[in-house]
């Protein structure tokens, strides 16, 4: 039996539906799943598992072997957002909740596979490696942020990383992102924005060494991610940190123009100032350092940004029914 911790949110449903796609249906979902007009009930609708869990009773039941035998623990569940500002429920959630499954794993033998953050390397001024080595010279510029670079910190002092796997995920789009709202990535923002009203808003750029929407991200589509995810699961001696990007930056330009043209639209860009509150800690340039995962022996590769933002458009967005289902690989 395999737990997923926040497995009705974004890449928590993804994995299952990856898990599903390898023949896996033997999952617990752990989750909050909020208001029903939230819609993160649809991210599980179309998918198979065995139960699910409210996360507030899942530390009693670890607590006291209420649960199957579990063979892995994939925490994903977590607060997500980069702009919350209660700093205490940030570190009930991301970190002491984190502790305690951790912990439970590492007495049970269990192998655990955990999200970090790529914003736990702050303004990239100590560079995007994912060795164990610099994570003391990280200073993340948000307490999200802050809360996942805590965490990553602990499990390398208390000896978790020797056998769990923590992803620092970059920026991530794809299916089943649809309850983010504000924290949904740019090519959802862009296909309802053109959809609407034929053009684009991106922020204008306040550096000088950078043009209007040539601010540079590592854009990674959700399917590689479960991959790796899925190959860790399938490979315990990969172990400690682990960037989850494709290892080459694209600009938000690129992205957009991706979506117009995987639209079939004529491109339209407005660029708008970025707001105040948000400049001093905007990053101009994230990029992921893979060569701890290919060192591990991960050869998967990655889905080009075209390729990706025209599968998501075309096979997901566009549909009536967006989400990730099991019926889709079924049929093929």
């Known amino acids: 039996m395999i737990i997923i911790t926040g497995g009705a949110g974004f890449i928590g449903s993804a994995m299952l539906w990856e898990l599903n796609r390898n023949g896996t249906d033997e999952v617990l979902i752990v989750d909050d799943l909020g208001r029903a007009s939230e819609g993160r009930w649809l991210n599980l609708r179309g998918l198979r598992y065995t139960d699910f869990i409210h996360k507030d009773d899942l530390?009693?039941?670890?607590?006291?072997?209420?649960?199957?035998?579990?063979?892995?623990?994939?925490?994903?569940?977590?607060?997500?957002?980069t702009t919350e500002q209660d700093a205490n429920l940030l570190l009930r959630?991301?970190?002491?909740?984190?502790?305690?499954?951790?912990?439970?794993?590492?007495?049970?033998?269990?192998?655990?596979?955990?999200?970090?953050?790529?914003?736990?390397?702050?303004?990239?001024?100590?560079?995007?490696s994912d060795g164990i080595e610099v994570l003391d010279r990280l200073r993340p510029l948000n307490m999200y942020g802050y809360s996942k670079h805590l965490f990553d910190c602990w499990a390398l002092r208390n000896g978790i990383l020797e056998k769990a796997a923590g992803l620092k995920f970059f920026n991530v789009y794809g299916p089943n992102e649809y309850h983010k709202e504000d924290m949904t990535s740019v090519v959802f923002k862009a296909f309802h924005q053109i959809g609407d009203n034929g053009k684009v808003r991106l922020f204008r750029s306040h550096n000088p060494q950078y043009a209007d929407g040539e601010q540079l991200r590592?854009?990674?589509?959700?399917?590689?991610?479960?991959?790796?995810?899925?190959?860790?699961?399938?490979?315990?001696?990969?172990?400690?940190?682990?960037?989850?990007g494709t290892g080459q930056a694209r600009s938000f330009r690129d992205l957009v123009i991706a979506t117009f043209t995987a639209m079939d639209r004529p491109v339209s860009i407005?660029?708008?100032?970025?707001?105040?509150?948000?400049?001093?800690?905007?990053?101009?340039?994230?990029?992921?350092?893979?060569?701890?995962l290919r060192q591990a022996g991960y050869t998967g590769q990655m889905t080009p940004l075209e390729e990706g933002v025209r599968d998501y458009v075309q096979?997901?967005?566009?549909?009536?029914?967006?989400?990730?289902?099991?019926?889709?690989?079924?049929?093929q």
């Open 59 to 81: 530390p009693d039941l670890l607590e006291h072997d209420r649960l199957p035998k579990i063979d892995a623990v994939i925490h994903m569940g977590a607060i997500s957002s």
């Open 218 to 244: 590592d854009f990674v589509y959700v399917k590689d991610c479960t991959k790796i995810m899925q190959w860790l699961l399938e490979t315990p001696s990969a172990t400690g940190l682990f960037n989850i």
């Open 93 to 128: 959630n991301n970190y002491e909740y984190s502790k305690m499954l951790a912990s439970w794993c590492a007495k049970k033998g269990v192998r655990f596979i955990y999200a970090s953050s790529a914003a736990t390397f702050g303004d990239g001024s100590e560079g995007y």
């Open 315 to 331: 096979n997901y967005l566009s549909k009536p029914s967006p989400h990730l289902d099991t019926l889709a690989f079924e049929r």
């Open 270 to 292: 407005e660029f708008i100032d970025m707001p105040e509150t948000i400049r001093d800690k905007y990053q101009y340039y994230t990029c992921a350092d893979s060569a701890h």
